[in-house]
């Protein structure tokens, strides 16, 4: 089982537009990203994102690159400053799993599932990052950051 964490693309500033959508380089990374996953057989039963829109707009495109008939909904527990409430639902959890948020509850979370105090690399800005249930927890398999430009 597979969970896939997936941080928002850039999105315009609240000055621009209050419900914070993506920019046209935010909706390049996630459509990148959701290319690059897409070609790395990532295939989510499940996408559950934050409510807000930038979140909302990122899991579209991995919903509509990676699996189209996955279920699709909001989900409590994913705002930028919630605790890491979803790690407890992840470990029953039997269907892979794609979840797009914010920072810093994506890097809160990361840290639950893997247990990690110490080091990790950083979760890239805008990225993607592959965590798989092993027999003893969780590992961390691999990281997509989107291209440059978008």
Known sequence: MFVYLAHHGQAVGPEVNTQRPLSTL?????????ALA??????PDVIWHSGKLRARQ?????WSACHPLAEFSASRWMQPDDPPRLA???AVED???LLAGHMPHLERLRRAL??????????????LVAIERVDQGWAERWLLVPPEGG
């Open 88 to 90: 407890d639902l992840l």
């Open 95 to 97: 269907r892979d799993v």
């Open 58 to 62: 990122t899991a579209e495109a991995y």
């Open 38 to 43: 897409a070609g790395r057989a990532v295939r």
């Open 114 to 127: 893997l247990g990690a105090s110490g080091e990790l690399a950083p979760f890239p800005p805008h990225g």
């Open 26 to 34: 935010g909706r390049g990374q996630v459509d990148a990203l959701a």
